[in-house]
């Protein structure tokens, strides 16, 4: 299945990590921060637990944010939840473990967290620390997708144009792509466009082809290039 992998842990929680807080000038200082969480504000444990992964305000510390986020995520907090998953699944600040990364990733996927919910679904997609089920994967892809994550979008579409984890269906396919692609995501444009093309889930259109072709190429795509 041509889908992406789990991306790289900072982007990834570069995304949880502005969905939590934004540090701007109406921001807690980081002194502020740390008494806060020392006294038990799980908010405030998140946001520096966070700032440590980061290096923002302090030196990177790996380890501290880990002890932090751990808190936090015993307390329910489905971003510390999340982030801890992801502590846990690359090793940072305490032993791989991707049995409890996935753990972490379902605690918090089953509050709502959407990047929780899509990296679920890509470890049943992949058979990353569980057996491989394409009906699981689907199932998380279509939660993230539902609450607007443009992979999940776009990996849902997927399995709607396959027909894997779910029933063949090109109409969704399309109406998946279309969702990415307007967020932006390369791929989607580009499939969407392959879609307008071929006929596939939409009346053929080369007019809209060549624009998601163009719109796909000018971030680069090879193959939208191409065509």
Known sequence: ??????????????????????FANESPSIAQLISKAEQGDI?????????????????????????L?????????SDAQYNLGLLYFNGHGVKKNIAEAIKWY???AEQGNSLAQFNLGLCYDT???????????AKWYRMAAE?????AQYNLAVCFDKGEGVAKNPLDA????????????????????FCYINGNGVLRN????TKWFRKAADQGCDVAQYN
Do not use: W
Request: net charge positive.
């Open 69 to 77: 986020l751990s808190v936090a995520a015993a307390e329910g907090h």
């Open 147 to 151: 609450k607007g994550h443009a992979n």
């Open 127 to 137: 058979g990353e620390g569980v057996p491989r089920n394409e009906v699981e994967a």
């Open 206 to 209: 080369e007019v809209e082809a």
């Open 106 to 108: 379902r605690k918090a």
């Open 1 to 22: 299945m041509n889908r992406n992998t789990i991306s790289i842990f900072c982007i990834i929680l570069t995304l949880s990590y502005i969905t939590q807080s934004i």
């Open 43 to 67: 908010e405030s444990q998140v946001d520096l637990g966070l700032n440590y992964c980061m290096g923002i305000g302090v030196k990177k510390d790996y380890k501290k944010a880990f002890k």
């Open 174 to 193: 399309v109406r998946f792509y279309r969702k990415a692609a307007k967020q932006g995501y390369v791929m989607a444009q580009n499939n969407l466009a």
